[in-house]
């Protein structure tokens, strides 16, 4: 038998910086951001994510989506602050949401 607690799952929604320079700084970090997101991913941290567009016409990114997994909600926040976007000034602000799969 599995004594090990199952990780809380939550959705976070990210609202990016709206100034000149945030598709700049997106692009400088991206690299960066993509490696870090997929380390999160083969540790079972992040479920799935992507960008958040204005609409799909024009797809101005205006943020981002992910599912995740952590033991508690401040885990989540503390891996979210070293991410490159939230350091590289991407990233304004976030909504953490509990959640749950249908399939988990």
């Not at 929604?13 to 083969?42: C, G, M, N, P």
């Amino acid at each position: 038998m599995n004594s090990k607690v199952p990780r809380k799952q939550f959705i976070v929604l990210i609202d990016d910086y709206k100034d000149e320079q945030a598709l700049e700084r997106r692009l400088a970090v991206r690299d960066k951001h993509l490696v870090s997101a997929t380390l999160e991913h083969e540790q079972g941290n992040l479920l799935c994510g992507g960008a958040l567009f204005d609409s799909h016409e024009s797809r101005k990114m205006i943020g981002s989506m992910m599912i995740c997994q952590a033991e508690s909600q401040a885990e989540l926040e503390e891996r979210l602050a070293k991410d490159p976007y939230v350091l590289g000034k991407v990233w304004e602000k976030w909504t953490i949401l509990p959640y749950r799969n249908v399939s988990a």
